[in-house]
C-alpha cells in the first residue's frame, strides 16, 4: 500500500499521479524519460506520451511473395503476374513525370508471384533494373541527381531530389520519399497523405476495401487477366509448413529481440512462413532470406541494429572480394558510411539512403576510391571513364562517341 496522495508506479515503488511512468511496446518509460519515434521524440508525462509533429520521410516496401507496406504504414499482400504501377506522382507534366513499374512473375507453382523487373520512366528516359543489372532503355542517366550506385547488397538509385529507390538486385524493393512528396503521388505505394485508411485509391481517385480491386486497378495494360486470390501455400504445401515455421522462427527468437519493441515481428513471421511454404520450385532458402532481410531492414530503420546473418543461415561471404591475405572487405549488417566510389566520387550520398547491409571495403588513403565495376579500391586516376548510358570504360579503351574519344584519367 503507498501513502495517501501517493500511487503504486508498477514496479514496487510509490510516487506522485503526475509522475506515473508510461508504457511503449511492453517497455516502461518514467515521467520525464524519451523515445524517438520516426522523426518524431515522445516524452513521457502524466502517464501519457506527449510528441513533437514532425512530417517524417516514408518508406514503401515491396518484397517476396508480393508483400506491401505502402507509405502510411498500410500492409496488405497482392499476387499478381502483369505489369503494376507502384508509383507515380500528381499533376507533374514534361521531363517531372514519373512512374515505377513492377513487373511480377510466378516464382511458385501455386500463383505467388515475385517482382521480377523495375521499370523506371521519368519524363522521356527509361530504365530498367533487371537480373542485378540496371539498363538505360531510353535517354541518359544523367537526369538523376546522382549517379546510380551500390550500397552493400543494393543498388540506390536517387531518380529525384528526396525520392529514392533501394532495390535488393533480387526480388526486394524499399522507395523513400522525403515529405516534399506528400500528398503528391499515388500506386500500389499509397497516397502518403499520413492517412492508411485511404491508401486503396484507385487510378479513377475511388477508395475501395477489397485488396484484389485495388491491385488489378494499377495494371499498367488491361490486357492482363486480374489477379485472384490464393490458397494458403503452407495448407497445399503440408510437407513444407513444419520446416516454414521452424525457420521463420528466427524472426521471433531472442536474436531479434532488440526490435521486437520497435517493430512488430508477427506480420513479418507470417510472411516469411507463407514464402517458405510457397516457394517450391527452387530457392527456397533465398525466399527464407528475402523475408528475415525484410524484417531486419525495417529494424535497422527503427535503430535497432542485427546481425542475424550467421555461416549457416543466409551467409553472405565477403572475403569472396579480398584478395589473397588481404581482408578490406567486411560484411555491415546495418551498412556503411557513403563511400567515395568512381561513380559518386563526392562521397555524399541522400540522406534517405540508410541502413543498407552488404560488403563494404575498407578502402586504403592510398587508393581512397571504390570502384563499382571491379570491386577494387583504386586511385582516382584508375576510375576510368562512364557514357551517358552509364557504362564503365576502362583507361585506353574506346568509348562511342561521334568525336571517337579515349578513356583517359579523369574523363567522365
Not at 160 to 176: C, H
Not at 228 to 241: I, V
Not at 384 to 407: A, I, Q, R, W
Amino acid at each position: 500500500m503507498c501513502p495517501k496522495d501517493l500511487v503504486s508506479d508498477g514496479q514496487g515503488g510509490c510516487v506522485k499521479e503526475n509522475n506515473c511512468p508510461c508504457v511503449h511496446n511492453g517497455q516502461v518509460f518514467h515521467a520525464g524519460q524519451t523515445l524517438t519515434v520516426d522523426c518524431n521524440t515522445c516524452t513521457c508525462q502524466n502517464r501519457k506520451f506527449i510528441c513533437t509533429n514532425n512530417v517524417c520521410d516514408a518508406v514503401c516496401d515491396i518484397y517476396g511473395d508480393g508483400h506491401y507496406t505502402t507509405f502510411d504504414d498500410k500492409r496488405f499482400d497482392f499476387n499478381g503476374q502483369c505489369e503494376y504501377t507502384l508509383l507515380q506522382t500528381n499533376g507533374a507534366q514534361g521531363n517531372n513525370t514519373l512512374q515505377i513499374i513492377t513487373e511480377n512473375v510466378a516464382c511458385g507453382s501455386l500463383g505467388t508471384t515475385c517482382s521480377k523487373t523495375i521499370k523506371i520512366l521519368l519524363g522521356e528516359n527509361e530504365f530498367h533494373l533487371k537480373d542485378a543489372n540496371f539498363n538505360v532503355i531510353k535517354g541518359s542517366s544523367k537526369v538523376f541527381p546522382e549517379q546510380v550506385h551500390k550500397m552493400g547488397i543494393y543498388m540506390v538509385v536517387t531518380i529525384k531530389p528526396g525520392l529514392v529507390l533501394m532495390w535488393d538486385q533480387k526480388t526486394s524493393l524499399f522507395i523513400k520519399v522525403s515529405p516534399t512528396f506528400q500528398g503528391k503521388v499515388c500506386g500500389l505505394c499509397g497516397n502518403y497523405d499520413g492517412n492508411s485508411q485511404n491508401d486503396f485509391t484507385t487510378p479513377s481517385q475511388d477508395v475501395v476495401a477489397d485488396v484484389l480491386e485495388f491491385g488489378n486497378s494499377w495494371k499498367v495494360s488491361s490486357n492482363c487477366p486480374n489477379a485472384q486470390s490464393l490458397k494458403d501455400p503452407c495448407t497445399s504445401n503440408g510437407y513444407r509448413a513444419s520446416w516454414a515455421k521452424r525457420q521463420c522462427s528466427i524472426i521471433n527468437s531472442v536474436t531479434f529481440s532488440s526490435c521486437h519493441s520497435q517493430v512488430d515481428p508477427g506480420p513479418y513471421y507470417e510472411s516469411c512462413v507463407r514464402d517458405s511454404c510457397a516457394c517450391d520450385s527452387g530457392g527456397d532458402c533465398e525466399c527464407f532470406c528475402t523475408a528475415v532481410a525484410a524484417y531486419a531492414k525495417t529494424c535497422n530503420e527503427a535503430g535497432a541494429c542485427v546481425k542475424w546473418r550467421t555461416p549457416k543461415i543466409c551467409p553472405i561471404f565477403c572475403d569472396y572480394y579480398n584478395a589473397a591475405g588481404g581482408c578490406e572487405w567486411h560484411y555491415q549488417p546495418c551498412g556503411a558510411h557513403c563511400m567515395k566510389t568512381c561513380r559518386n566520387p563526392s562521397g555524399i550520398c541522400s540522406n534517405l539512403t540508410t541502413a543498407l547491409e552488404g560488403c563494404y571495403p575498407q578502402c586504403p588513403i592510398t587508393h581512397p576510391y571504390f570502384d563499382e565495376d571491379s570491386m577494387k579500391c583504386v586511385a582516382w586516376s584508375q576510375c576510368g571513364c562512364f557514357d551517358d548510358m552509364g557504362n564503365h570504360y576502362n583507361l585506353g579503351e574506346k568509348v562511342p562517341s561521334k568525336n571517337c574519344d579515349t578513356c583517359n584519367s579523369g574523363l567522365n
